[in-house]
């Protein structure tokens, strides 16, 4: 017991910015860009802002972090959806994007002003292999087999704005959803699962972040006579 109380207050830091200041709690991108700065603001007050809005968010999520239950067991489904409901409390009271809104908002950006479906599609092959993201059904390759397809039909290269030709599009891409057993209905369903999947990936790594911790600490003369707890037993509110 003892080797876990002063592990975790000298190890506190871990657990906080570990759970903490991930991109859960990073201000979107575009409250950066000048559209989003109040007209007449100069730089240092911009900063200024900026800096009490990340305060706020990071005190938020403090807070909620010090009533919340999290165990370190990414093994346990109980454990991975009580800490994926954790970060989405967190989310809502700071008000900040779920990792679906997040891409949503990637694919947004990058792809404004794209004209062709071509580099369209490829540039969201980019965003998902950047972010980790894999395409377990091969709808990709679908895609692009569907695009080819409408671009043979049409014989030139398929612009986004061309809405007949478009439409030809979303009827090759209905097809393909209907294949792959995707329903427009069921994306709040795939939005909670891909959450799930991200609560357990942060886990394991709070897992081998703690566990790395405790091997360290107990390399020294201190600890040297001390048990190693079990992860699952700490408990973070303690030490926030």
Request: charged fraction near 35%; proline fraction near 4%.
């Amino acid at each position: 017991m003892a080797f876990s109380t002063r592990l975790l207050y000298k190890s506190r830091q871990l657990y906080v910015s570990q759970a903490v200041l991930r991109q859960e709690v990073a201000i979107p991108v575009r409250f950066y860009s000048k559209e989003a700065s109040p007209p007449g603001l100069k730089g240092d007050e911009i900063l200024k802002n900026i800096f009490v809005e990340v305060k706020n968010k990071f005190e938020t999520a403090l807070g909620i972090f010090r009533k919340e239950k999290i165990t370190i067991d990414p093994d346990d489904p109980a454990a991975v959806s009580q800490y994926a409901n954790v970060m989405k409390t967190v989310r809502e009271k700071g008000g900040l994007f779920s990792e679906s809104q997040r891409i949503k908002y990637t694919i947004e950006t990058r792809t404004q002003g794209i004209p062709d479906v071509r580099t369209y599609l490829l540039t969201l092959k980019e965003i998902r292999s950047k972010r980790g993201l894999t395409d377990e059904l091969g709808a990709e390759a679908m895609m692009m087999g569907a695009l080819d397809k409408v671009e043979k039909e049409i014989k030139k290269p398929l612009m986004r704005d061309d809405k007949k030709s478009m439409a030809l599009l979303t009827a090759e891409f209905d097809k393909i959803n209907k294949k792959l057993g995707i329903r427009k209905e069921d994306l709040p369903k795939y939005e909670e699962q891909l959450e799930l999947k991200i609560a357990k990936a942060q886990l394991e790594e709070l897992k081998k972040d703690a566990l790395e911790a405790m091997e360290t600490q107990k390399k020294r003369e201190e600890f040297k006579d001390e048990a190693m707890p079990d992860v699952k037993s700490l408990d973070i509110r303690n030490f926030i």
